[in-house]
Every structure is written in structure tokens, then in C-alpha cells.
């Protein structure tokens, strides 16, 4: 059975972001609050998810769980897109509008993940 493109794009956009955790690590370890201990652990350890999690949804037999532990990786990660609102360091100078639009947007990346869990 032929699958949909956007579940290919969803698979290709999560192995990219996983794979720049790892290129540009300094970005994302700025966006990590600081009462997680061991940024760089955090950092590399999501990247890793994403791309496993990422190729895992190329294949039917691990397709649902690999949108479940994608829907865990963004609740996990949440925190670190409300510490970008709250924090002017962390924020990129992007103007707070856009950083708060991207809070709600998890939501509608948990919604497509879920997608594919039935």
C-alpha cells in the first residue's frame, strides 16, 4: 500500500533536525532550561531520537510506535520551547510573537504524529 507523502515529509523533517543536534549543537543546548543538568547529554539524546524515531517511521511494522515516541519526544521537549518565550538569551532575538505561535504548535505536530498511530 502506497503511503502518504507527508508521512515521508514528517520522517525526512525529524532525521534533519536530529541530524543538525549534532552539527550545530550550541543552538539547541542555548534552548535547554537550566534545570535540566547535562545540556550536551540532552542535546545529543533527542537528536539521536529524532532520527531514529524518524526512520523508524519509514517501516509499517514500526510506524506506530516510532509516532508514539514521537509524540513523547514533543511533550518532552516543550519546556524548552516555553524557556525560549520566557528567556531573552534563549530566544534568538526572534520577536516573541513567533515564539509564542510555537507553542501551540506542538500541538498540531502531535496531532500529525498522531496520524499514524492508527
Known sequence: M????????????????????????????????????NPKFINYLSGAAEIILGTL??????????????????????????YMYQNKKASFNLPRWILFVRLPLQIVLIFWAYQYTL
Not at 514500526?62 to 516543550?78: E, H, S, V, Y
Open 57 to 82: 517511521l519509514f517501516f509499517p511494522i514500526t510506524r506506530t510506535f516510532a509516532a508514539w515516541g514521537i509524540i513523547a519526544l514533543l511533550i518532552a521537549i516543550f519546556p524548552a520551547n516555553l
Open 2 to 37: 502506497k503511503q502518504p507523502w507527508h508521512l515521508y515529509l514528517m520522517a525526512f523533517l525529524y532525521i534533519l533536525a536530529g541530524i543538525n543536534h549534532f552539527r550545530n549543537p550550541k543552538m539547541y543546548i542555548r534552548i535547554i532550561p537550566p534545570f535540566f543538568k
